[in-house]
């Protein structure tokens, strides 16, 4: 909705007058709000990207936590639910990852 509100006041007068130094500034403030408009567009491959690569770096973290738990004897047996929750976990927090790092 607001991006289409810039995509409009770029195509106006106002964002092409360049009479007085305010009107120059107003070209100037249409042309940078057109411009993050165009490049947010492409931000749905990012985001798909960053979500898997923090999925992906999460579950890589609890691998190794559970190695080193494992190594050290303090775990000896892990058991399919929590193995099913820690992947739940990871993918959870993967997401959420994902979402707030790409704004």
């Known amino acids: 909705m607001i991006g289409t ?10 964002c092409h007058t360049k009479l007085t130094p305010q009107g120059n500034r107003v070209a ?8 993050r ?6 931000n ?11 999925i992906v770096g999460v579950m890589l973290v609890l691998g190794a936590v559970i190695l080193v738990l494992r190594g050290l004897g303090w775990v000896t047996q892990i058991p399919e639910y929590v193995i099913w929750a820690l992947l739940l976990l990871s993918l959870g927090i993967g997401i959420l990852g994902g979402i707030r790092s790409a704004r």
Not at 30 to 35: A, E, F, G, Q, S
Not at 37 to 42: E, K, V
Request: charged share 15%; net charge positive; proline share 0%.
């Open 5 to 14: 509100r810039f995509a409009k006041l770029a195509q106006t007068e106002i």
């Open 44 to 54: 749905s491959n990012n985001l798909a990207i960053m979500i898997v690569l923090n």
């Open 37 to 42: 408009q165009m490049s947010m567009r492409g």
């Open 28 to 35: 100037q403030w249409c042309r940078l709000m057109v411009y």
